[in-house]
């Protein structure tokens, strides 16, 4: 089994609709959870870190993670074409030393 | 701007070559990682220097795979005896003490024909 899981996708949706990206993971040690937005033949490119359990919210993004559920999940409100990449989630445990990935999920906003 | 820098952005070579690509961070963090990513997949890691020092290495730096971070500055990679399989995307990330997120360059994406 993989440390972190993730639909590959390809997803596709109408414009100023609302994303939903999820990523699971078996390690309970896990304590940091990322989302990275990948554009082709570029560079993972941080949207969002947060720590352990809850929200947090940074424009139109909302990063959610559930501990209990080991089950963190990405937002994205008003989706514009200019969000259409790749997004990753990653996590690490608390020594901060090894990252963990997810394969990447395609997204697709058409106008 | 990811405060990291790759050279060359682009590498093709012939089967059995060597290679080296370069990764420049900005100057105040002192934690430099190389990932490898191929089509379709999550970055996976290589290895990572705490300043000069390489502190890990993933099982899938083969030992025709060498990284080092002289003045623990810049960081050079370099395959040696290149095969078709080393075909990816490495990508070279920068990080801070403690517990902080990873920042990536756009990578060096290697053609092994």
């Known amino acids: 089994q993989k440390e972190v899981e993730q639909d590959p996708g390809p997803l596709s949706v109408p414009e100023g609709a609302i994303v939903s990206l999820n990523c699971t993971y078996s390690n309970s040690a896990f304590q940091y959870f990322m989302w990275y937005r990948q554009y082709s033949r570029k560079g993972p490119e941080l949207l969002m870190y947060?720590?352990?359990?809850g929200n947090k919210e940074d424009g139109r993004f909302t990063a959610q993670v559930d501990k209990s559920s080991k089950y963190i999940s990405l937002f994205i409100r008003d989706s514009q074409p200019s969000d259409s990449a790749t997004y990753l989630c990653?996590?690490?445990?608390?020594?901060?030393?090894?990252?963990?990935f997810g394969t990447g999920t395609s997204l697709t906003v058409i106008p | 701007d990811t405060g990291v820098s790759q050279n060359p952005r682009h590498k093709i070579t012939k089967r059995g070559q060597n290679v080296t690509f370069r990764c420049d961070p900005i100057s105040e963090h002192n934690r430099l990682y190389w990932y490898r990513q191929t089509l379709g997949q999550g970055p996976e890691f290589l290895t990572y220097f705490q300043n000069e020092a390489q502190l890990e290495k993933s099982r899938l730096l083969s030992d025709r795979f060498s990284a080092e971070r002289p003045k623990g500055s810049f960081s050079t990679l370099e395959i040696q005896r290149t095969e078709q399989g080393d075909s990816a995307m490495y990508l070279c990330a920068r990080k801070a003490d403690g517990n902080s997120p990873l920042h990536f360059g756009n990578g060096t994406r290697l053609t092994v024909t």
């Open positions: 947060t720590y352990s359990s």
């Open positions: 990653a996590m690490s445990a608390n020594t901060g030393n090894q990252f963990y």
